[in-house]
């Protein structure tokens, strides 16, 4: 810290700043406190859910690896040696700093002692080089199969290959032994409190009272010195591997080739780069604000062990072979030998369409359910169907299944905070609040109409519907739709009412009149779809149960019948066309008007700050109806895009908005925004420091909850 004033914002700190104050030798001292990220507290639950979700990813992904490695035999090779020690790296970096970090977000913690703080240090900047050095081991690995092909077995036996890893760790263990040795030695006369999630080396270096350069001296040689060679021995192999690449004689033969290190390349851009960025701007970019510096140090921590796994379980294709051979359930073949009126024929993944022909599935375990219906059910009046899933991706289903779960918990968190937040707070009371409130329980609603049944399919297997659970399936998911259409509506209407009529908006969107538009805009939306119902249920389904789709959607159940659908079909597309259509007419209208009263007021700040009122809006509006007419148009007019491509879409197109909505609302608005950290913030004490050097005078007062720092002890 450098010889200035210095403010910050840490709720619950007097317990630890008075006591270690009064009874710490901060020569020696016994703890350190965390703060966590300084100026974002009142966010810090938020910036947990990212981080929660990208450890648990990690921890998913590289146990993973391990375990694939360790299974087949085919992989016990020196690349995938390399690759479980990137792995096992990856695991121990991350688990080193988010445990401690979650637990300052969720519980306050905040304290350390002094020893654990430094072997965190220790262990954190260890595993640092030590992936450095694997990526050069792998790097060289690469080197030898591509310019060596027939030596590679002879070069890279076993032996080599641990004592090549032996040597990486004993590397950066030894470099890193100097970190903790100079930090141990400072005396700590200013404050133990440091401003970050975890020790990181200059974060601890900077709270001593002592000339500090040695280790700052130090900490730059290993950046520069120690990863810049790691860095340049990686370009001499790249350099080294392209040029036999380029003597291949095909192109074929050399993308395949280049194909082999196309992971590698992935995990050195991931790791070096935001590596270095956070680094230089740590030590160099002083007007940079702080928790930038500490935002980009989690995310430089946790994004390569988040997404190795998913590299190289992507791009190599043992990996991926092994891994749809493990989740992929041997099945039944079930035929159905009834003709088909589908106008195309395709493959996806392991489903086969088939034009005028039988056709047949391969179902895991659906056999119990195929079997006993086609022997059993009339299917002109079905008792139940069965839901596949995503046809094609069926071994992926584990891993799709975690950023849906992860949507959909973000969806009903974030909806219900902004019910609750609205609720309690009086000042948002009035019509723009209740269409918030109104959209959010139709997210609500319409994210927990399908997600519960898509993740049993994906978790449990389990593929069976009821005949008419899949009917009330399919009429909630196109109701609440076409209600969340007429709430955008209704919002545009209050913001045109709110900029182009400012002095009639209580007069206009009075209680009432809120209450009778979304009325409206429900009976509307369950009126307009209910013919959906009514047609579906009508025709005779005569050839098969099975639905390829992740829920009961419209036309996916239509295209079961065996009889002329076109009036269904001309339905859909009237609600497509004519309804949504006339809704985002209606809100071109409504934002054309507001543009010409914002571009009609005197100032630019006046126009800024009006049509700042608008940009939440317009953001959800955008949310909702992109993927949505995309999702649409594809699914009627994209004979040729991949099934699976359908059924994803049409899957976030119902994930998405109900996930955004309540975090652009959250994030843009500022009332909204000002209750949420009135709620999170837990008050202080006030405290004032001015000091130069290590002299400081404090003054103190149970009131507010600034704490000015550095604190040496309190006095009256």
């Not at 020196?78 to 990856?90: G, I």
């Not at 002109?380 to 069926?394: D, V």
């Not at 779960?405 to 609205?422: D, E, Q």
């Not at 004490?685 to 404090?698: A, E, N």
Request: hydrophobic share 45%; proline share 5%.
């Amino acid at each position: 810290m450098q010889e200035t004033r210095f403010c910050l914002r840490v709720g619950h700190l007097l317990p630890y700043s008075m006591s270690d104050s009064n009874t710490t030798d901060f020569t020696n001292p016994s703890t350190f406190i965390l703060l966590g990220i300084p100026g974002l507290e009142a966010a810090h639950i938020w910036i947990s859910i990212p981080f929660s979700t990208m450890y648990i990813i990690a921890i998913l992904g590289n146990f993973t690896i391990l375990f694939v490695v360790k299974m087949e035999q085919s992989l016990h090779g020196p690349m995938y040696y390399f690759l479980c020690m990137l792995s096992l790296t990856d695991l121990l970096l991350s688990t080193s700093i988010l445990p401690k970090t979650l637990s300052i977000f969720w519980f306050n913690s905040r304290e350390v002692d002094f020893s654990a703080c430094l072997t965190q240090m220790y262990f954190l900047h260890c595993f640092l080089l030590i992936e450095s050095g694997i990526l050069v081991a792998m790097a060289f690995d690469r080197y030898v199969a591509i310019c060596h092909p027939l030596r590679h077995s002879a070069i890279l036996t076993n032996p080599v290959v641990a004592k090549i890893g032996l040597a990486v760790v004993l590397r950066g263990g030894m470099l890193v032994l100097p970190y903790v040795l100079l930090t141990r030695q400072w005396p700590y006369c200013r404050t133990n409190i440091i401003p970050h999630t975890h020790c990181q080396h200059m974060a601890v270096v900077n709270l001593a009272c002592a000339d500090t350069r040695i280790s700052s001296y130090y900490g730059l040689f290993v950046i520069f010195c120690v990863l810049g060679l790691d860095v340049f021995f990686i370009a001499v192999s790249y350099t080294q591997i392209l040029r036999a690449i380029i003597s291949l004689p095909t192109k074929d033969a050399r993308l395949k080739t280049f194909g082999t290190c196309g992971s590698h390349l992935c995990a050195i851009l991931v790791f070096y780069i935001p590596g270095l960025f956070s680094s230089l701007t740590y030590r160099f970019g002083q007007n940079v604000p702080l928790h930038f510096h500490i935002l980009m140090a989690n995310v430089y921590l946790l994004v390569p062990p988040m997404l190795n796994p998913i590299i190289y379980g992507m791009k190599t294709k043992q990996i991926r072979d092994k891994l749809l051979h493990l989740f992929t359930h041997k099945g039944h073949l079930y035929c159905d030998h009834h003709p088909r009126l589908w106008a195309y024929t395709e493959r996806q993944g392991n489903l086969w369409y088939m034009q005028e022909t039988p056709f047949c599935l391969r179902l895991g375990h659906l056999l119990p359910y195929s079997m006993s219906d086609s022997n059993t059910t009339d299917f002109t009046n079905p008792s139940t169907f069965i839901l596949l899933g995503i046809p094609g991706l069926e071994a992926a289903h584990i891993w799709i299944s975690i950023p849906f779960c992860t949507m959909y918990a973000i969806a009903i968190l974030g909806n219900f905070t902004i019910l609750f937040t609205v609720k309690t707070e009086p000042k948002l009371h009035v019509p723009m609040y209740y269409f918030l409130c109104m959209l959010a329980v139709t997210d609500l609603v319409l994210s927990t109409s399908i997600l519960p049944k898509t993740l049993s399919i994906f978790w449990f297997n389990s593929r069976e519907i009821d005949f008419n659970a899949c009917f009330t399936q399919m009429y909630f998911v196109h109701c609440f739709s076409a209600m969340e259409s007429g709430i955008l509506l209704a919002m545009a209407l209050d913001r045109y009412v709110a900029i182009c009529n400012p002095l009639r908006y209580s007069t206009i969107l009075t209680n009432p009149a809120v209450a009778k538009i979304g009325l409206a805009m429900v009976l509307r939306g369950g009126m307009l779809v209910l013919p959906y119902l009514l047609l579906a249920k009508r025709w005779p389904y005569c050839r098969t149960n099975i639905i390829p789709h992740t829920y009961c959607e419209h036309m996916a159940i239509v295209n079961l019948a065996c009889a002329d659908i076109r009036v269904s079909s001309y339905y859909g597309l009237f609600m497509a066309f004519f309804l949504s259509s006339l809704d985002v007419f209606f809100i071109v209208v409504s934002y054309t008007q507001i543009l010409r009263a914002i571009f009609s007021l005197p100032t630019k700040d006046a126009q800024l700050k009006t049509l700042g009122t608008c940009v939440s809006h317009i953001c959800v509006i955008l949310a909702s109806y992109s993927p949505a007419f995309f999702s649409f148009l594809t699914h009627r007019f994209g004979h040729n895009v991949p099934l699976h491509f359908h059924i994803l879409m049409a899957n976030m197109y119902l994930l998405v908005p109900p996930m955004l909505n309540p975090i652009i609302y959250g994030v843009r608005t500022k009332q909204i925004r000002d209750r949420l950290l009135r709620l999170f913030i837990i008050k202080g004490p006030k405290v004032f420091s001015l000091f130069s050097g290590s002299h400081t005078q404090l003054r103190a007062k149970l009131a507010g909850n600034m704490v000015l720092g550095p604190l040496s002890r309190i006095t009256d």
